[in-house]
Nanobody
Framework: QVQLVESGGGLVQAGGSLRLSCAAS????????MAWFRQSPGKEREFVTS????????SYADSVKGRFTIFRDHPKTTVYLQMNSLKPEDTAVYYC????????????????WGQGTQVTVAS
C-alpha cells in the first residue's frame, strides 16, 4: 500500500506558476506509475500527467503540454508538478495518484490517491 500526500496548492494570478508536491510512503516505487489528476466543480476528474517511476516515461494531457512538467526525486520518493503559464481554467483540486504500471489515464485504474490540494488561478 502507498500513502500519498499532496501539497503546494494556492492562489495565483493568471500567467503565474506553482509547484505541487506529492510525497509517497510505503512500498518501493520502482514498479509504480505516479500521476496527477484534477477535478473542478461540475466536471469529471481528468488526467493531467504521469511518470512511470522506474522507466521515467512521462505522459501529458494535451491541455497542459508545454506548460506543466512532472518530475521525480528518488531519494525523497516525491513527485512534483511544475505548473507554469497558469490559466483560470486550470483551477481545480489536484490529486496525486498511483498504480502499479503500466500507465493509465482512467481515474478508476489508479489505486492510491492523496487528499487533493486546491489550485486557484485568478484572472
Amino acid at each position: 500500500q502507498v500513502q500519498l500526500v499532496e501539497s503546494g496548492g494556492g492562489l495565483v494570478q493568471a500567467g503565474g506558476s506553482l509547484r505541487l508536491s506529492c510525497a509517497a510512503s510505503g512500498r518501493t516505487l520502482s514498479n509504480y506509475v505516479m500521476a496527477w489528476f484534477r477535478q473542478s466543480p461540475g466536471k469529471e476528474r481528468e488526467f493531467v500527467t504521469s511518470v512511470w517511476w522506474g522507466a521515467g516515461v512521462t505522459s501529458y494531457a494535451d491541455s497542459v503540454k508545454g506548460r506543466f512538467t512532472i518530475f521525480r526525486d528518488h531519494p525523497k520518493t516525491t513527485v512534483y508538478l511544475q505548473m507554469n503559464s497558469l490559466k483560470p481554467e486550470d483551477t481545480a483540486v489536484y490529486y496525486c495518484a498511483a498504480r502499479i504500471g503500466p500507465p493509465s489515464r482512467l481515474p478508476n485504474a489508479l489505486d492510491y490517491w492523496g487528499q487533493g490540494t486546491q489550485v486557484t488561478v485568478a484572472s
